[in-house]
Nanobody
Framework: QVQLVESGGGLVQPGGSLRLSCAFSGSIFGVYNMRWYRQAPGKGREFVASVSTTAITSYGNFVKGRFTISRDNAKNTVYLQMNSLQPEDTAVYLC????????????WGQGTQVTVSS
C-alpha cells in the first residue's frame, strides 16, 4: 500500500521561498512517476510539476522558472523548491505517485497548505 506524506508548507511572504517534501513508502519508489498538483479554494486541481522515473521533469505553464522538482531515490522522497512565491500560489499542494509499470495505479497524499501573504 503506497503512502505519501507531504510536508514543508506554511505561511510565507510574497517573494519568499518554500521547499515541499513528499515521503513515499509501501512500494518501489523508482518505478513511480512523481507529480505535484495544487488546489486553491473554489478551484480545480492544477498540475504543478512532474519528475519521471528517469528524472525527466515538466512544469505547469504558470511556473515560469520559479519552481524546481527533484527526486532522491535513496530517500524515497520528491521535493518541490518554490521561489518567488506570490499570493496566487496559495493552495493545498498535493503529491501523487503514478506507477509507470503494470498495474499503473495512482496514489495521492493528503496535501500541505501553502499560504502566501504579507
Amino acid at each position: 500500500q503506497v503512502q505519501l506524506v507531504e510536508s514543508g508548507g506554511g505561511l510565507v511572504q510574497p517573494g519568499g521561498s518554500l521547499r515541499l517534501s513528499c515521503a513515499f513508502s509501501g512500494s518501489i519508489f523508482g518505478v513511480y512517476n512523481m507529480r505535484w498538483y495544487r488546489q486553491a479554494p473554489g478551484k480545480g486541481r492544477e498540475f504543478v510539476a512532474s519528475v519521471s522515473t528517469t528524472a525527466i521533469t515538466s512544469y505547469g505553464n504558470f511556473v515560469k522558472g520559479r519552481f524546481t522538482i527533484s527526486r532522491d531515490n535513496a530517500k524515497n522522497t520528491v521535493y518541490l523548491q518554490m521561489n518567488s512565491l506570490q499570493p496566487e500560489d496559495t493552495a493545498v499542494y498535493l503529491c501523487s505517485a503514478a506507477r509507470a509499470t503494470f498495474p499503473y495505479n495512482n496514489n495521492w497524499g493528503q496535501g500541505t497548505q501553502v499560504t502566501v501573504s504579507s
